[in-house]
Each structure stands twice: as C-alpha cells, then as structure tokens.
C-alpha cells in the first residue's frame, strides 16, 4: 500500500509538472521577423505591376545592410483598410518642428535598424490578435545601401570612376534626424525631412581619402515608389507603406505552442533610380558643379513578400 500511495503522489508531481510546462510553452511560444533584401525579386511599380525603367533614367540594385521600418501591420485581406489590420510593431513619434503639414515625425533617434543577419522583432504570439492574415504592410522608414558611382571633374585628380559609397534614404513620410551616420561620417541634420530626403557619403581609398565627403538631397515630392498591389486599400502619398502577401495564410489563434519564424523580403531589383543625363547607365556626379551631377528620382523599394 505504502508502494502503491508513493507512486501515486509521484504520479501526481510528474503530471502537474508537464501541465505546468506545457502551460510555460504556450506563454513563451512567439513569431520573429527577420528581413531579406533581394535584388533578384520581381521589380515591381506602385501597382504591383512589373515596372521597367523609363529611357531617360538608369537604375542600379543597391548592396544593403539596414532598413528601419516605422510599423508592421498584419492585413487579412486585400479589403482590409489602411491601418485597420493588427498592429504588432510600431516606432516612436515625436511632434514635427517644421512647416511641412505634419504635425508628427517618426523618431530617428529611437528608432530599431535591422538587417539580414539576426531577427529584427520578436512578439509573443498571445499578444497577436487572433486570425488568418493573407497579407502584411510594412511602413519603411529608413535605408541604408551601398552604391557605385563616378565622381568626376576632381581638381588635379581628375575623374575616379567605379567607387563605392552610402547612402542613408529616408523614406517615411517624414521623419525627425537630429544626427545621422551614414557609414563611418556623421552630420547634424536637426529637422524633420519628408519622404525623399537623402544623405551621401563617398568612401574613397588612399591615396584619395582626403577628398571623401558627404553630399545631401532630395527625390521629388511623391515620386518615391511604393508597391501595393491592392488598389481597394490605398496608401497615403508621401508614405513609404509597402504591401505584400505571405506565400501561405497565416493564422494565429493564441493557442501555438512554438515559434513562428517569418521572413520579409524586400525586393532591392534596381531600386535606385536616377536621371542618366549622359546615357552611360551610371551614376555620374560632378565634383566642382553640383548642377552637372545626375539627381536621385526613386529610391523605393521594388516589392515585398514574406514566408515562414
């Protein structure tokens, strides 16, 4: 009897402790976000639509190393309204201090930059609304890409061709930079900047370092690129919303008891875009007459998939 008495209070342990675990699991189980540049993705126009680049324009695809997105929202449908789906990231704002009709700023200073090489957001899947989600929109904020370019009519050196460079692109519909480091140079900027607004620093190598510098613009007003495939949600003008479908429905019903692991790939396809005033499919830039140098039209990102 005594026997028979201990096995069952063992027995007891032994399945109070696995309720107890199993319990653990479903409170810890969480989906993470990882993103993926892709430069061989489809490239898309803002309709989601295959986009070629017009005559009087060349294009490159950029190495890239950071994104910042400002919010990430899961969609159920292609119906679903703008910002009407479930939240489960977004970034600090602050108010705007210039005249540009926004009353806020994204928040540069706080916001997260992620890149391939480790998960960008973890949430706990309990704290996911329940559904099946068929699509996500991801609000880009920020860029951070490698470029090749020729910089031309250099006193005394003349003109270097094929360098290397970096640009930070900022995207969202506008976002409040007080410092900035682009690679290994950093500005004061201390404004808030509309979408389009871009900073670039050369990375030359000796014996042609003293000549590195940092060169700053903007893209046109709403000529930015920003795919959504689903005309019945629109985007805002002047937000860097991106729209995409996941390869399969995801669905989320609280009740997972492992991880979800999504992936965001964005397409990077020639996604830098400019005006190629002499026609040689590269970006050209003038040292000593800033009018001579070939302007940035688009540097928006070419389409957006995620899978898990």
């Known amino acids: 009897m005594k026997s028979i008495f201990l096995f069952l209070i063992t027995g007891s342990i032994v399945f109070f402790s696995c309720t107890k675990e199993s319990q653990e699991d479903l409170n810890d189980a969480k989906v993470t976000f990882s993103f993926k540049f892709d430069e061989t993705q489809d490239r ?51 108010p705007a201090n210039n005249s540009n009709n926004f009353s806020t700023a994204i928040d540069f200073d706080n916001a997260i930059l992620g890149d391939e ?47 290397s460079g970096t ?20 500005i004061d900027v201390n404004d808030a900047k509309l979408q389009g607004y871009w900073a670039f620093e050369t990375q030359f190598a000796p014996p ?37 479908s996941f390869d399969a429905p ?19 396809n020639k996604s830098f875009e400019w005006k190629d005033l002499n026609g040689n499919n590269e970006w050209d830039l003038d040292a000593q007459n800033p009018n001579d140098s070939e302007p940035v039209v688009d540097m928006g990102l070419r389409g957006m998939k995620a899978f898990f």
Request: aromatic share 10%; charged share 15%; with cysteine.
């Open 117 to 163: 090489t480790a998960p960008f957001l973890e949430v706990p899947l309990k704290d996911i609304q329940a559904g099946v989600y068929n699509h996500l929109r991801v609000s880009v904020a920020y860029q951070n890409y490698e470029v090749k370019y020729n910089l031309n009519n250099i006193p005394v050196v003349g003109d270097l061709k094929e360098e």
């Open 167 to 186: 640009i930070g692109s900022f995207v969202g519909y506008n976002t409040q930079i007080n410092k900035l480091k682009i690679f290994s140079e950093e």
């Open 44 to 94: 898309l126009d803002s309709f989601g639509q295959p986009s070629s680049i017009p005559s009087e324009n060349a294009a490159l695809s950029p190495s890239f190393s950071q994104l910042s997105p400002h919010f990430i929202e899961l969609v159920p449908s292609a119906l679903t309204p703008y910002q009407s789906g479930a939240f489960i990231y977004k970034g600090a704002e602050v």
């Open 250 to 268: 995801l669905t989320i019903t609280g009740a997972e008891t492992e991880d979800i692991h999504i992936t965001i790939s964005f397409s990077t």
């Open 208 to 244: 042609f370092t003293a000549y590195n510098q940092v060169l700053t613009g903007s893209a046109p007003a709403n000529a930015t690129t920003v795919v959504n495939p689903f005309p019945s949600s629109p985007i805002p003008l002047g937000s860097c919303v991106v729209s995409g």
